[in-house]
């Protein structure tokens, strides 16, 4: 049983377009994590989201924004993707707020050329 | 700034041998701490977690130890096997950074047959 899955695994789209990448975990969690590891494989959180409430990497674009339908899912949109945005994206959840053991989905590798 | 050192950045040893890694955070105000292994091209799997009540956590060979005074965790691995090969990431949960967690370098370990 897959615990927290992330769609797709690979995406590979130009510079400009819009994409999403989605998550959902079936773990009962109550916050999930948007993280994204780059090309030097520092993995830096870029969201966490619980029971409605967002709290933001202030250094995260704009163009990037989370969007949960409910508390088992978490969708990550990017618009006006650039160059510097390909990376791999992981999604995590833990049971409660931060600072709870945090379990992670496969990622995605995001490629913009 | 909360920042993370993982030292040493790669380790190369026989099959058999214990090892130590070393986790140190330039803010010791942690509030609690996690290891994870990463495979390549996988997403990370978490090892341990060591709450903010706790010095120490152990599981099977692994045992992980975090000094809150000085900011530092050790990750100790008794009787590598070359399926212990991967990289290690510790993560702290900050305390002023909502208790999300900062992430380490990641150390990478090749334990050889």
């Known amino acids: 049983d897959t615990a927290v899955s992330q769609t797709p695994k690979y995406l590979v789209t130009q510079m400009g377009n819009d994409k999403s990448i989605k998550c959902e975990q079936n773990?009962?969690?109550?916050?999930m994590y948007w993280y994204k590891q780059d090309s030097k494989k520092f993995l830096k959180i870029m969201f966490s989201y619980n029971n409605k409430e967002l709290i933001i990497n202030e250094t995260v674009p704009n163009r990037f924004s989370p969007k949960s339908p409910d508390k088992a899912h978490l969708n990550l949109h990017i618009n006006s993707l650039e160059l510097g945005d390909s990376a791999v994206y992981f999604c995590?959840?833990?049971?409660?707020?931060?600072?709870?053991?945090?379990?992670f989905g496969p990622g995605t590798r995001l490629t913009v050329t | 700034k909360q920042e993370v050192t993982q030292i040493p950045a790669a380790l190369s040893v026989p099959e058999g041998e214990n090892l130590v890694l070393n986790c140190s955070f330039t803010?010791?105000?942690?509030?609690?701490l996690q290891w994870f292994r990463q495979d390549p091209g996988k997403g990370l799997t978490s090892l341990l977690l060591i709450q903010s009540s706790q010095r120490e956590q152990t599981s099977g060979r692994l045992n992980a130890s975090l000094d809150k005074s000085s900011g530092r965790s050790t990750l100790y691995i008794a009787a590598s096997q070359p399926g212990d090969s991967a990289t290690y990431l510790c993560?702290?949960?900050?305390?002023?950074?909502?208790?999300?967690?900062?992430f380490g370098p990641g150390t990478r370990l090749s334990v050889l047959p």
């Open positions: 995590a959840s833990s049971l409660g707020g931060g600072g709870q053991e945090q379990y």
């Open positions: 803010d010791s105000a942690i509030y609690n």
């Open positions: 993560a702290g949960g900050v305390e002023n950074y909502g208790q999300n967690f900062v």
């Open positions: 773990l009962g969690h109550d916050t």
